[in-house]
Each structure stands twice: as C-alpha cells, then as structure tokens.
C-alpha cells in the first residue's frame, strides 16, 4: 500500500523537528503526500511545501486546530487558501489563547512550588505554544525524565497544572477550515469516541475522517470505515509525528489502501 502522511508537527507548534527535517524523514519513509499540520499556526507551511517540491512528494497546506470541547478534539484541514485574512486572524486569536491558558497553567505549578517560570516556557516556543512546551521545561530543570511524564504528573486532568482547553468549538473549527476554502477532517478520531457527534459535524461541513493513525485498532479502523461510507467521508492517514524526542510514533508515515489514497489525490489535487 502507498505510504501517506497527512498529519504531522514541527517546531513551529509542538514539534522537535523544523519543517524540512520533517519533510526529509517522510522522505526516508517513502512517503507520496504530505501535509504540516502544525497547531493553530501554518507560518511553516511554506519552508515543508518548498521542500517537498524539491523531493518530489506531493504536497498540501494544512493546519490542525484545537477545540475546547475536549483535550483531543482537533480537525485539520487541507487544500488551504493561507491567504485568506479572516482564517489568518482566526488561527492568531487561538494562538492568543493558548497563551493565555499557558500563563494559567505556569500561574497554578509556581503556586504549587513547582520551579518554573514563563520565560522557562515561552523561550521553547516562538509560534504556537502548548502544554508540550510545560512538560519539556519540566523536563529542562530535571523536575521530570521525558515530555511524557510531565503530562502524566502534571498537565492532565486532575493534576494541579490542568487548565481545561481554551480553544474553539468544533463547530467554529470546521466551518473556518471552510471558510478558508479547505478540507475539514477529523484528527484521531479514536481519541474522542466519547463526544463524537457525525452529523452536526457533516451538516457543518465536516469531509474526512483521520482512519489511519497509529493507535487505531484494527476494529476501530473497520468502525470508521463504516462511519465514512455512510456519511460519504474522507479517510485520510496521519502519524501524528512530532520528531525522534516528541515522544511518539518513531516516523513520519502511514500506509493506505490504494482506493483512498486514489480518492485523496483527485480530492486534494484536481
């Protein structure tokens, strides 16, 4: 099956990796589309589109976009216009946001005694920052081992650094992604099984679903495939990759059946 990646972070969000070292690991992988789906923000997009033409993989601009309606509720979108101003501004606003819910998340760990500071965060994170950029400053001063146990002890919740998401809705994510002349899917979708709510999205203009991901189980993937037939959904693959020290997926791509990939290339580049 061909190999895609529809989904993938750098440093100008939560990243460990520039957009061209991205690109060069979906290189490696034998990836044929690629997208940067960085957070809130596609100030990277450029530098990845500029190196996927020169390496030949085709190529999307994209973006991937947090709601507050659950920690793990994201739609990404496609095919952009990155020059639309009202989506710009959209993106700048959940930026702000986000920055807002940082200063609470640092404000609540200070309190709690624990040693750090907003330039401890903030330096990590000249774009889009995130609860990420928390753990690996916890990480930084040796108050945790790796980003993930930073989450694990202090930024989920229950633990005394959660601020519950700032985002928009999932409403507002769809229909700007629209707006924007865009793609609108679904991220990780086994993530958030237990707010899934097919059509208010559809009806909103919701296109895809992200089928093929990492930690979707063969059942799950045969749900979804059931749930795209019948709302006539995308399927889509992303890995969700957030470079070799992100914590996650080792590598940049995701096999696809060879119908869906079909469909996403007349979709997204004709």
């Known amino acids: ?21 991205v690109v060069l690991r979906a290189l490696k992988n034998n ?6 789906a960085d957070h809130d923000t596609t100030d990277g997009v450029e530098k990845a589109r500029l190196c996927c ?11 991937e976009i947090s709601t507050r309606e659950h920690d793990h509720l994201h739609f990404t979108g496609y095919r ?23 200063r609470k998340i640092i404000h609540q760990l200070a309190q709690a005694g ?3 500071t907003e330039e401890d965060v903030f330096s990590r994170a000249p774009n889009t920052v995130s609860r ?10 040796k108050i945790v081992s790796t980003r993930q146990e930073g989450f694990r002890k202090y930024l989920v919740p229950g633990c005394v650094g959660y601020v519950p998401s ?25 993530m958030v099984s237990d707010v899934w709510n097919f059509p208010m999205w559809k009806e909103a203009g919701l296109d895809g679903l992200e089928v093929f991901y990492p930690a979707h189980t063969f059942s799950l993937k045969q749900d979804l495939l059931a749930l795209a037939r019948k709302y006539g959904f995308l399927c889509t693959a992303g ?7 992100g914590g996650r997926i080792a590598s940049p791509g995701m096999e696809i059946p060879q119908n869906h990939y079909d469909r996403l290339v007349q979709v997204l580049f004709h």
């Open 31 to 36: 990836v044929k589309i690629f997208a940067l």
């Open 166 to 190: 700032a985002g928009v809705t999932a409403l507002e994510a769809i229909r700007y992604i629209k707006k924007a002349g865009g793609i609108a899917v679904l991220a990780h979708p086994g």
């Open 53 to 63: 033409q020169k390496q030949g993989i085709l190529f999307t601009p994209a973006v």
């Open 132 to 141: 990420a950029h928390v753990a690996d400053a916890l990480k930084a001063k």
């Open 80 to 102: 952009l216009n990155l020059q639309n101003e009202e989506f710009q501004q959209f993106l700048a606003n959940n930026r702000q946001n986000r920055q807002n819910r940082i």
């Open 114 to 116: 624990v040693d750090i």
């Open 1 to 21: 099956m061909p190999k895609i990646d529809l989904h993938t972070h750098s440093t100008f969000s939560d990243g460990t990796c520039s957009p061209e070292e």
């Open 239 to 245: 890995s969700d990759y957030h470079g070799p020290h």
